[in-house]
Structure formats: C-alpha cells, structure tokens
C-alpha cells in the first residue's frame, strides 16, 4: 500500500511539471486554428511552425547572440566567483557570506533602471558588454555561495601538504582545490550559463536589433491583436532543447555540486 501511494504521487508530480512542456511541444506542432481551438490532439500534426522560426525567424544570430551572452557572463562569474568563495571559505568570513547572500535576494526589477541609468552614460546600452556584464552580476552570488558551501566541506589536508611542499596559495588553489571541486565548479557553471541563457527582463531593456538573444526575440511571436502560439511554442522548444540535453547529461555533477557542501571533511 505503501509503495503504491509512494508511486502515485510520483506520477501526479510529475504530471504536474510536466504537463506545460508536454503542452509546449504539442503546441509546436499543430496549426494556429487547432491550438486556439483546443484541438491538440488527433489529427495532423506540421513542421511548419519549426519552418517558421528557424527560415524566417534569424534563429542562428539569436542563438550566437545568447551563446555569445551567456559563455562570456558564465565565465566572468567562475573567474570571480571562485577564487572569492574560497577566500571566504577559508577566511571563515560569514558576514560577507550573508551579504552576498542578500544580493543574490535582490528582485532583478529593482536593479534594471539604475543599470539602464549607468549604462546608458558610458554609452554600453546594446551592446554585448552592458548585457555579459549584468548577467555575470546576477550569477556571481550564486556561484559564490554554491562553491563557498563546497569549499568548506573540502578538507584542507591537501592544501597543507602542497604549501608543505613550497606551493603558495594561489598554486594550492589552482593545483589542488580546483580539481577536487570540479562537480562544484561544473554545477555553479551549468546554472549560471542557463540563467543567463533564460533571461529576459536584463536582455530587453539593454539589448538592441544586433545584440538580441533567443528569449527576446522569442518575443517577436506576440503582436498588437494575437499571438502566433505555434511559432512561439517552436521558438521555445527550440531554446529549452539544448539546455535539457546538457543538464541531462551532467546531471550527476549537479546534484553533487549541490549536496557536497552538506558533509563535512
């Protein structure tokens, strides 16, 4: 009885989370009349949407704008935020762990006007920069408090023993550290280029034509009087896809990066 309510609610929980992607790839497939309709299933199912968004739609300069977006953000964040997690791991300084933690806490809408203010001065507004840059702001307390958490449950017997042996910090660091948090530093990666990859509110007030990313333009699908569902639900297969497929391949990285920092030693 037991496993049979256990599976059960398995399954409606899944059903639940599911159930808008199954919706969005149905969607992707069937005719503007069928989906306004109600009529997802039965009938005929078309490529034309796919068609659409990827003959009409510049799909390929919106995905090396977001690409190009979201590996630069992704890669300051790791650059920053990893040797400031471990200086904060190792320094015990659990105030600046706090404040971090506040910024993180931030909505995005609070920041958006003041960013446009500072960004419009310097003259950065479209550009690649203004947008790698906010990104990059928005991931660095993720990736600081996912790895300072990794850090402190790494024990510091590996790092003695290399500064024993003439190593200074930085060399400890890079040397011995790094590669033993690897799972931290793949899963605080992973989510800080899908946040960058999935954001929109930053991407729309700082973007331009030229510099517009997949989630912006997905916007283009809603006009004036109506919304094209199949094209905007093909564009957003198409955005989800590869970011299922990697998380599904390095899923275990995540899920290790996430608890390590639950065991200590």
Avoid at 55 to 62: I, R
Avoid at 233 to 255: G, K, N
Wanted: a positive charge; glycine letters at 8%; proline letters at 4%.
């Amino acid at each position: 009885m037991k496993r049979v309510l256990r599976y059960t609610t398995i399954v409606v929980v899944l059903a639940v989370f599911l159930a808008p992607f199954l919706w969005m790839v149905l969607a992707s497939l069937r005719r503007h009349i069928d989906i306004t309709s109600g009529r997802l299933f039965g009938g005929s199912f078309t490529l034309r949407n796919y068609r659409t968004v990827f003959d009409d739609f510049q799909f390929g300069d919106y995905v090396v704008n977001s690409l190009v977006i979201a590996c630069w953000s992704t890669a300051l964040s790791l650059l920053i935020g990893l040797p400031a997690a471990y200086a904060i791991a190792r320094g015990g300084m659990r105030r600046t762990a706090m404040t971090i933690l506040v910024a993180r806490m931030v909505p995005g809408i609070g920041l958006v006007t003041p960013w446009y203010i500072l960004f419009n001065y310097a003259g950065l507004t479209g550009t690649y920069t203004s947008m790698v840059i906010c990104h990059m702001l928005v991931s660095l307390p993720f990736v600081v408090w996912v790895m300072m958490n990794f850090f402190e449950g790494l024990s510091t017997d590996f790092e003695d023993a290399a500064m024993t042996d003439g190593a200074g910090p930085l060399g400890a660091f890079v040397r011995i550290v790094l590669p033993l948090s690897l799972p931290g530093v793949v899963t605080s990666g992973i989510l800080a280029f899908i946040f960058s990859w999935n954001n929109f509110l930053f991407s729309l007030v700082l973007s331009s034509k030229s510099t517009k990313p997949l989630p912006v333009a997905m916007y283009s699908f809603i006009g004036y009087s109506e919304v094209d569902w199949g094209g905007l639900m093909a564009a957003a297969v198409s955005v989800t896809l590869p970011v299922l497929v990697i998380a599904l391949f390095v899923q275990r990285y995540i899920v290790a990066g996430l608890t390590a920092g639950a065991v200590k030693g």
